[in-house]
């Protein structure tokens, strides 16, 4: 992991999923994104980890107003929190290949509480704490990359720009383990597709801000079109071969949605709903209200979501 966290690679961050969709979204984004970086965003139960004891200060006999021994003692506790430990692990494990390839991530996000001998365990308030935070986030505003499960679509304004709308193929069929064990040994044509991915949405950040910016998004998505099309059909004989089609593999499909969002817009949204991210509300109206509700200028490079829907067709 240290080594990706050195790494130049742009992480996606997956937005508006929790922990039951983590499958569902793993098998759609490896053919367009280089590490896709899932989490619970701190929601769920406490799961316990370890304990840290603080003694504290020592009972002085030669000061009688010295406090007791065991006054002022306590224990800090360390959890994690997700919705459901056992189906986690599962993911992990079925999602094994693709971790150790670094073609997927998942971002814990720890709780840190403390237990006084009198007063007992004082979970205090999340948000107050450092090492609540969900740092899935920070990889968003340093990546500028996003995955979007919500379904909702993005509608065109000062701080959202939508750029194309593709069937984005995927390989269905195949369970979990074996769908990692494919992605991570077999496909060419998710890298190759995906360093044309990085490619074009360098070329974006100028179509963004050209004088005739529409002439040039058209130009662009146009080209992603065609350089998606060639993947799909490599990707269909591949499903149609004798060692896939025999593990019962087919050729799926999802419509997907790139848009364009201005990055205080994002950031501002998540902020002011930290719920977005585990699906609690959704991600475009909150954006849109944000937006409403700031001063009208708005700068900074863009940040780039894959907006999914949550069905898929075969």
Known sequence: MSTKFTSSSPNYVGLSSDLGSFTHVTKRVPL???????????????????????PGPAFDP?????PTSGVGDSTQRYGMVTRDLVELWQWLLEAEPL???????????????????????????PADLPSFSDRSIDFLVDHGRAVDLSGTKPIACRVVRPILEIDLPFIDGLTLTDFAQVTSEEFDSYRQFRDFM???????????????????LERVALSIRDELNA????????????????????????????????????????????????????????IQAFADHKPKHASGRWHYVWVLQKRSAL
């Open 32 to 54: 367009v994104t280089d590490t896709m970086l899932l989490s619970d965003h701190g929601v769920g139960p406490v799961h316990d980890l370890g304990t840290l004891f603080t």
């Open 62 to 66: 030669q000061n009688s107003l010295s």
């Open 99 to 125: 971790l150790r390839a670094g073609l997927v991530w998942y971002g814990p996000v720890f709780y840190e509480g403390s237990v006084h001998q009198q007063t007992g365990l004082r979970r205090r308030d």
């Open 198 to 216: 990085r490619s074009r949405l360098l070329e974006l950040d100028d179509a963004l801000e050209a004088v005739d910016s529409q002439v040039a």
């Open 231 to 286: 993947a799909t059909a490599e990707m269909e004989t591949a499903a149609r071969s004798r060692v896939l089609n025999r593990s019962g593999a087919v050729l799926g499909t999802t419509s997907a949605i790139l848009a364009a969002v201005r990055p205080d817009a994002l950031q501002g949204a998540l902020a002011a709903s930290a719920t977005i991210a585990a699906g609690a509300t959704g991600l475009w109206p909150t």
